[in-house]
């Protein structure tokens, strides 16, 4: 071993002794410095017990790794991470023009699976494709996030009356979330503006504000738009106390060539004028849609403040032509400590004792001649009294963590992004067979998971976890094998279902 040392020692210094210029007399030193410490340490060797020996290998490993007492500054303890995509409809095409649509579970799941695997500080989509029906909640979770929105309407999206059919009045929409514990306050600025933009103000504890904005225009709306789009980011910049603006959209620019600043087009050049009066700067460099071009951009007005800005084209946080693009801001922020939560631990349930109290309950004289909602309330008192008896509870350590999202949704998900990674890498038609299958596998473990954890009650005890412990155990069904009514026993399922008709129009009629 102190040979091996010694060889690194050699090695290192060797490497030092490389440089040029003022750092050669300190290299020179510090070999000489070292050789002769090292000489010291061969000779305690020497006369030192084994156990002496361990300490001074260990020293040797942090001379010769500093950066292992280095490992450098923490830069997110003092940055806000953002995550930007343009998600392409997180509902279905064919569901655009209904009130009411049905999710597409694909887009859904992946989402909602970065989101509680990678937690970013904020969250900003374009062309959500959301509807006022749509609460935000199902989407993102109401308890990490609070979020922001503006749907497409016809004042966002306004007709063109010569041409009706010009533009789509469905889909596009934008969104905003922020982290719930965040140390900081966060409204939504209302600005009369004709185009899909969104305003959200962010103050600090030391009284500075932020300002983040998203856009999302469509590539063949003409001049109008985008003078609103600039009037409306001018309206922001005159705000007073404003340390810095941020607007991460899809603008649909593909023609502007962002190293010169020089457009193709008269409105590309109308928003590149207006982008520099507002000390807007493009931080995008890279192709943010799978068919080339940048169509995505991140403007601000404090490029120092942006770090780690970064376009994954290898990796899918939800399915999109659109590449999601990740970046921090460095600023000052606390975080709320959010408390642990606990739930149970039925694995380790004392079942028997459990059976025994319940068996010994006067369950005809608690429940009887009550209504079903008191009769209810007695017996989830009851249940729940020695629940927290007999029942431990375990500390879930992942907070922010659905109950569903255990670690066999994390595991398939780590599969399903290598798999990506895979065939992005080399786009073989197994690849491909390979990653659709384990995708489809993981939505589908996802929507098991979460039928699976639907809770019964208000209480949030008796969840159906609980209820599917007691089912596999008792082997027995909501629906008895053979119903008897007014002296009549019948199997058969369509019987069966008659005379739950007949019994529950008596009772209710």
Not at 79 to 105: H, M, R, W
Request: glycine letters at 4%; aromatic letters at 10%; proline letters at 4%.
């Amino acid at each position: 071993m102190i040979a091996q040392n010694k060889n690194m020692l050699n090695h290192r210094s060797s490497m030092r002794s490389c440089c040029t210029g003022s750092e050669v007399t300190a290299n020179v030193t510090n070999v000489i410095y070292h050789s002769h410490f090292f000489m010291y340490l061969l000779y305690l060797s020497e006369i030192l017990p084994l156990e002496w020996l361990s300490v001074l290998n260990c020293y040797l490993i942090v001379i010769c790794n500093p950066s292992i007492i280095n490992p450098g500054p923490d830069m997110n303890a003092n940055s806000l991470s953002i995550y930007y995509q343009n998600v392409q409809g997180l509902i279905p095409f064919s569901y655009l023009a209904d009130e009411n649509p049905k999710f597409d579970d694909t887009k859904i799941c992946e989402l909602q699976n970065f989101i509680f695997t990678s937690l970013p500080d904020i969250i900003i989509l374009n062309e959500t494709w959301l509807k006022p029906s749509i609460n935000s909640s199902e989407i993102i979770p109401a308890h990490l996030y609070h979020t922001f929105r503006s749907d497409r309407s016809h004042n966002t999206h306004p007709r063109d009356y010569n041409n009706p059919k010009k533009f789509r009045e469905n889909g596009g929409g934008v969104l905003i979330s922020i982290r719930s514990n965040l140390s900081l306050m966060a409204k939504k600025i209302e600005i009369k503006c004709k185009a899909e933009l969104l305003a959200v103000e962010i103050t600090l504890e030391d009284k500075s504000k932020i300002i983040i904005v998203t856009c999302y225009r469509v590539g063949t709306l003409g001049v109008e738009n985008a003078n609103e789009i600039i009037s409306a980011i001018k309206v922001l910049s005159r705000k007073k106390s404003i340390r810095k603006i941020l607007l991460a959209g899809d603008l649909n620019l593909k023609g502007i060539d962002w190293e010169n600043c020089v457009g193709k087009t008269n409105v590309e050049n109308i928003l590149l004028t207006g982008f520099a009066e507002c000390g807007l700067v493009q931080c995008v460099r890279d192709a943010t849609h799978n068919k080339g071009g940048i169509l995505d951009v991140v403007l601000t007005s404090s490029v120092n403040s942006l770090d780690n800005l970064k376009v994954h084209k290898d990796k899918s946080y939800c399915n999109s032509d659109h590449f999601p693009i990740t970046f921090d801001i460095k600023t000052i922020i606390k975080r709320i400590k959010i408390p642990k939560r606990k739930c149970y631990n039925y694995s380790k349930a004392d079942w028997g004792a459990l059976n025994r109290e319940f068996t010994n309950i006067p369950w005809e004289l608690i429940l009887d001649c009550m209504d079903p909602e008191s009769a209810w309330c007695n017996f989830s008192k009851i249940l729940h009294y020695y629940m927290e008896k007999f029942v431990p509870k375990i500390t879930v350590k992942n907070e922010h963590k659905p109950p569903w999202f255990d670690a066999e949704c994390y595991q398939k998900c780590k599969e399903k992004d290598k798999l990506h990674k895979k065939f992005k890498a080399n786009k073989t038609i197994t690849n491909e067979i390979k990653f659709k299958h384990c995708r489809k596998e993981f939505k589908e473990m996802i929507k098991t998971k979460m039928r699976a954890n639907l809770c019964d009650t208000q209480r949030n005890q008796l969840t159906k976890k609980f209820w599917s412990h007691v089912k596999s155990n008792s082997k027995s069904t909501r629906i008895p094998e053979a119903v008897y009514l007014d002296g009549k026993c019948s199997s058969d399922p369509s019987t069966k279902a008659n005379m739950f008709n007949q019994f529950f129009f008596r009772q209710f009629s």
